[in-house]
């Protein structure tokens, strides 16, 4: 986008005069009535009038350059009070953060453009680039003809305002809706690292903009700090709502790190076969390989045939997280064969699972530590180990991204907390 519209550094300041000549005072601000994607111009602010907000009507204004020029003389000008559906730009944009949705980062508004539109001026783009900081600086020219000199022009960087989530603060009745469509563009993770540089109502307003299912993957991808204090902000049904859709491991690593009185009021409000798994998880200590493990796994009977176990695939898979595996248990829900995705894909549809099954089953107990579970995971070269109980049980699963979840912790790196899935067949 060309900065080719108003900037709105350039009207602060200016002299305002009524149709006599008479200077009034100078530009303060100007009011804007809030609208999602074409904020319109409603009146001007003079210096003189703080703190009492009083504007002078956008309808009075003839002209803006290069003073700005009243219609009427001032005995006849008919002040009005800032409404509750409208802003005053300067104070609730000006040096404020915005996200740029196309590069997913948050920068500082450093000036604001403003264009004319059948008639009315509306707010149409900000500017987030040096241009607009050294404009208000009054170094513009200056710098434009130094690198002139030297042939480099001045980049501009202006962000049109209907691609603009204004947050937080003053600015929230005039942000751009944050469409649930728009923010899926943004991957989860990226959208995590966002959640770090912005304030408690800037999280809680994206938390809300999101769906359930969308607000779970990014609280999973982000940093324990935010992902506690995004649930102490929000409001406790929406935090339960969002714990629901968050996989089990992931709900019960974060509740773990909140004071015990609000997580039992988030566990408490969750739904019974959610608040179940979670319940059972935070029971285990938080370094061992039952605290990590993700119960989300597909166990099959021992006694079905490849054909059988296909279509139980099938029913199964779509709630599953990761498949990596298919684990064979007899009817007491022991473990006794791991089967690969690749060796059932390959076998006879009449072969019995525990003919493709492998020779050895490696496991770790639920009570070893998650250390010793990331070792016997990168020894033999695992993408899932299974986690059972004393008498064998199938428990839960620990796959490759909890191992570096655990190695980043002891190492003290800053990793993200989950890693992308990596879906692959796994060797038979």
Not at 14 to 28: E, N, T, Y
Not at 203 to 209: F, G, K, L, P, Q
Not at 241 to 266: C, F, H, K, Q, Y
Request: charged share 30%; aromatic share 2%.
């Amino acid at each position: 986008m060309q900065v080719t519209a108003l900037p709105f550094s350039r009207l602060l300041g200016r002299p305002v005069q009524d149709a006599s000549g008479f200077v009034l005072g100078r530009l303060a601000d100007l009011a804007v009535e809030v609208h999602p994607t074409r904020p319109r111009v409603v009146g001007v602010l003079l210096d003189v009038d703080r703190p009492r907000v009083a504007l002078i009507p956008w309808g009075a204004v003839r002209q803006l350059e290069p003073v700005v020029v009243l219609s009427t003389n001032r005995a006849a000008l008919a002040p009005r009070p800032l409404q509750p559906d409208e802003v005053l730009l300067r104070e609730a944009l000006l040096d404020k953060q915005v996200v740029d949705t196309q590069g997913v980062r948050l920068v500082k508004v450093n000036d604001l453009l403003l264009s004319p539109a059948n008639g009315d001026l509306v707010l149409s783009g900000v500017d987030v680039g040096a241009a607009g900081l050294l404009r208000r600086l009054g170094a513009e020219s200056a710098v434009r003809w130094l690198l002139a000199r030297f042939g480099r022009p001045l980049r501009e960087h202006a962000l049109p305002w209907t691609i603009v989530a204004a947050l937080g603060g003053p600015v929230t009745p005039l942000k751009l809706r944050l469409s649930r469509d728009r923010l899926k563009t943004i991957h989860p993770a990226d959208l995590a690292e966002l959640l770090e540089e912005m304030d408690r109502d800037e999280r809680v307003e994206v938390m809300h903009a999101l769906s359930e299912e969308d607000a779970a993957e990014v609280l999973e991808a982000a940093e324990t700090e935010v992902q506690t204090h995004i649930l102490r902000s929000l409001p406790a049904e929406r935090a339960s709502d969002i714990l629901e859709e968050m996989e089990a491991d992931e709900a019960a690593d974060v509740l773990g790190e909140l004071p015990e009185e609000t997580a039992s009021d988030l566990i408490a409000r969750m739904e019974p076969e959610a608040k179940a798994e979670v319940s059972r998880l935070l029971k285990y200590p938080p370094d061992s390989a039952a605290g990590r493990m993700n119960p989300d796994c597909i166990a099959i009977p021992a006694t079905f045939t490849a054909e059988q176990t296909i279509a139980r695939l099938r029913e199964l898979a779509p709630d599953a997280e990761t498949i990596y595996y298919l684990y064979a248990v007899d009817g007491h829900g022991r473990l006794v064969g791991v089967l690969s995705l690749r060796r059932l894909l390959i076998a006879d549809p009449k072969t019995p699972v525990t003919e493709l099954t492998g020779p050895e089953v490696i496991t770790v107990r639920a009570d070893e530590s998650d250390e010793a579970a990331a070792a016997l995971l990168m020894k033999y070269d695992l993408l899932a180990l299974p986690v059972v109980d004393a008498e064998d049980r199938l428990l839960g699963i620990i796959g490759v991204d909890d191992v570096m979840d655990v190695l980043a912790e002891r190492l003290g790196e800053r990793v993200p907390r989950r890693l992308e899935r990596i879906r692959r067949v796994p060797r038979g």
